[in-house]
């Protein structure tokens, strides 16, 4: 079992940063693939970015490539999502999510993959 929770959401101009943080409890972190997803107002939930579970292997969706970079500290149970140049389109529920592989280098791009899911954090970009 995993519980995550998000942090870290907030309202933004247009151009700014924020970090999100996803603290994992349970023993099984570091054993997980991670991902964070969003999910704007009236919209589906979409991939955003995943990492591996060991290796730092990343994926990130083309919308946010070159601006966001997801990261995982195993020590502190806990990844990140460093996002930079955010743009209004960005406005969105941000979740992060586990699953357990025993894969080190792997990443997963899809809802499907993920078993265990945060509640959310807002974030608002504002023009």
């Known amino acids: 079992q995993v519980q995550l929770q998000e942090s870290g959401g907030g309202l933004v101009q247009a151009g700014g940063s924020l970090r999100l943080s996803c603290a994992a409890s349970?023993?099984?972190?570091?054993?997980?693939?991670m991902g964070w997803f969003r999910q704007a107002s009236g919209k589906e939930r979409e991939f955003v970015a995943a990492i591996s579970r060991n290796f730092g292997t990343t994926d990130y969706a083309d919308s946010v490539k070159g601006r966001f970079t997801i990261s995982r500290d195993n020590a502190k149970n806990t990844v990140y999502l460093q996002m930079n140049s955010l743009k209004p389109e960005d406005t969105a529920v941000y979740y992060c999510?586990?699953?357990?592989?025993?894969?080190?280098?792997?990443?997963?791009?899809?809802?499907?993959?993920?078993?265990?899911w945060g509640q959310g954090t807002q974030v608002t970009v504002s023009s």
């Open positions: 349970g023993r099984t972190f570091s054993t997980s693939a």
């Open positions: 999510a586990a699953r357990y592989t025993p894969f080190g280098r792997d990443t997963y791009t899809s809802m499907k993959d993920y078993g265990y």
